[in-house]
């Protein structure tokens, strides 16, 4: 079982909804993370956040919008997306930075339809 | 920008086998180096972090070494069985602040 949890599982959405990708960890880690996966891919960096300051968008369009409301959460709000933003939406926490190993949730599977 | 190269991409061998996977990246001025498994359809799982100071980590049956000077991790994994088939994800960071992934190698181990 992974320590860091993301809801919900699976996601169907059409491209005029608005939707919430939620992720938790309570191992007390301090940097999280938000990677994007398609099929056969490495993951892709999108955002990160460092004691709940955004310190690194990797320009993601503005169609995602991370949000850290504590320590212990991040979510990632989604809006008018495209087909192509379909994948696996993948999220990981480190306890200060990249000295440290990253925690991967098992991820989202998005489809926009 | 830093580049992560991971061969070979797929590898099959049989139970028992001892094996290396490659892994060489392009800005030798990193902080560490991960190695990841991941299984289909679920997340990333960390098997060893090598700062870039160490030459080398070991967890039983795997072991991976970092050569910054040239530009290159191996991981060794000893004694294969079919639960090691996976796909293995190598990952160097940039400038310290982002992980940069490999596009893996996907082993499969036979009984």
């Known amino acids: 079982d992974t320590e860091v949890t993301q809801t919900p599982k699976h996601l169907v959405m059409g491209m005029t909804n608005k939707k919430s990708l939620k992720c938790e960890q309570h191992m007390g880690h301090r940097a999280m993370y938000w990677y994007k996966q398609k099929a056969k891919k490495p993951p892709e960096l999108m955002f990160v956040y460092s004691y709940e300051k955004l310190s690194i968008n990797e320009s993601v369009p503005s169609r995602f919008s991370p949000e850290c409301p504590n320590s212990s959460l991040l979510n990632l709000h989604l809006h008018a997306l495209q087909p192509e933003d379909s994948a696996l939406y993948l999220c990981a926490s480190s306890l200060y930075g990249l000295n440290s190993p990253l925690h991967f949730g098992n991820g989202t599977r998005l489809t926009v339809t | 920008k830093q580049e992560v190269t991971q061969i070979p991409a797929a590898l099959s061998v049989p139970e028992g086998e001892n094996l290396v996977l490659n892994c060489s990246f392009t800005d030798s001025a990193i902080y560490n180096l991960q190695w990841f498994r991941q299984d289909p359809g679920k997340g990333l799982t960390s098997l060893l972090l090598?700062?870039?100071?160490?030459r080398e980590q070991t967890s039983g049956r795997l072991n991976a070494s970092l050569d910054k000077s040239s530009g290159r991790s191996t991981l060794y994994i000893a004694a294969s069985q079919p639960g090691d088939s996976a796909t293995y994800l190598c990952a160097a960071d940039q400038a310290g602040t982002a992980l940069i992934f490999g596009k893996g190698t996907t082993l499969s181990v036979s009984s």
């Open positions: 090598i700062q870039s100071s160490q």
